[in-house]
């Protein structure tokens, strides 16, 4: 099976623009997270979809929001982009039937924001 | 509440000589626990998990890890450090509520090999 893919690989943006990421999951997984990594942070939960709801959510800003669509891909939206955002953003899918599923990751996208 | 501290940010051995990453956990309920590894510009890679199964894991490129419930640890072990296990290790903890798991990351380690 193929694993998760995320696109872009690599994005730079400015201050102020907005941003869209696309993650594809396993085939057959319904779940998809999105994290947060960045050097000072580490690595933090954003959302997670489910069946194109969002099932989950971290303790994020409202300028981060995402949406999955009937074939189990998702995107993250991230608005008003702050230097901050500069980070690598990794999606997950999982089967989403239980609670020790195993979350599979993507490569991410490395967003840089000058 | 759920938590994990990974007790060392970063660890250096030999080639060919044990690997030990410790961590420690903090949940409610009896929790799942996994740890990924990371390599540089790479995204993450399930070494193993725990899910109230046995207490002693082994997962892929000799790993294991021990769960320790009266210790609250879930230490990474390897008998015998290879130059491409360099990279960055994380203890993972899941809550266990159906429909309502996230994962909580330890801050990392990151493990440096010595030719």
């Known amino acids: 099976k193929a694993g998760v893919t995320q696109t872009p690989r690599y994005l730079i943006k400015t201050r102020g623009q907005q941003v869209t990421l696309s993650c594809s999951p396993i085939?057959?997984?319904?779940?998809v997270s999105w994290y947060q990594q960045t050097p000072g942070q580490g690595l933090q939960f954003l959302f997670e979809y489910f069946s194109e709801t969002q099932r989950n959510k971290g303790n994020f800003p409202g300028r981060f929001s995402g949406r999955q669509f009937s074939n189990s891909r998702s995107e993250m939206n991230v608005s008003t982009l702050e230097l901050g955002d500069s980070a690598l953003y990794l999606c997950?899918?999982?089967?989403?039937?239980?609670?020790?599923?195993?979350?599979?990751f993507g490569p991410g996208t490395r967003l840089t924001v000058l | 509440a759920q938590s994990v501290t990974q007790l060392d940010s970063h660890v250096s051995v030999s080639e060919g000589t044990p690997v030990l990453l410790r961590c420690n956990y903090s949940s409610s309920y009896s929790p799942s626990l996994f740890w990924y590894v990371q390599h540089p510009n790479k995204g993450l890679q399930l070494l193993l998990k725990y899910t109230s199964a046995a207490t002693l894991v082994k997962g892929i490129n000799g790993f294991e890890a021990e769960f320790k419930k009266s210790e609250t640890s879930f230490h990474l072990t390897k008998p015998s450090a290879h130059m491409s296990d360099a990279a960055e290790y994380f203890c993972?903890?899941?809550?266990?509520?159906?429909?309502?798991?996230?994962?909580?990351f330890g801050t990392g380690t990151r493990l440096t090999i010595i030719p």
């Open positions: 997950a899918s999982r089967l989403g039937q239980g609670e020790s599923d195993t979350q599979y």
């Open positions: 085939s057959g997984h319904r779940s």
């Open positions: 993972v903890v899941s809550a266990p509520n159906f429909g309502n798991e996230k994962l909580t």
